[in-house]
C-alpha cells in the first residue's frame, strides 16, 4: 500500500493557485470565499479524522492508538468521542 499524498502540500497548491489569480479583486474574493468555507471545512475533516481512529480503535488499544498517531491517550479518547481543542465542556 502507497503513503497517502501530502494533504498540507495539497492545501498550499490551493493557496497558490488563489495567490496567482491576476485580478486583485477576483484574487480577494476567492480567498474570501475560502475563508468564509474554514468552519464547514474544520468541521468535515474533524468527522474524518474521528472515523479513522475509530476504525483504529476497533483493533488497537488505547495506547497503541497513541504511539500510532503520535498523539497522547487523552487526544485520542477525545477524538473518539469528537471533541475538538476548541470545544469548550
Partial sequence: MSAPPDAT?????IIAQLAAIPDPVDRAR???AVLDAVPALQRELRTVRQE????IRETRTLAETAD???I???RVSQITKGISRA???
Fill in 87 to 89: 470545544t469548550k465542556h
Fill in 9 to 13: 502540500a495539497a492545501i498550499r497548491e
Fill in 68 to 70: 500510532l498517531l503520535d
Fill in 72 to 74: 497522547s491517550q487523552p
Fill in 52 to 55: 479513522a481512529v475509530n476504525v
Fill in 30 to 32: 476567492a480567498v474570501s
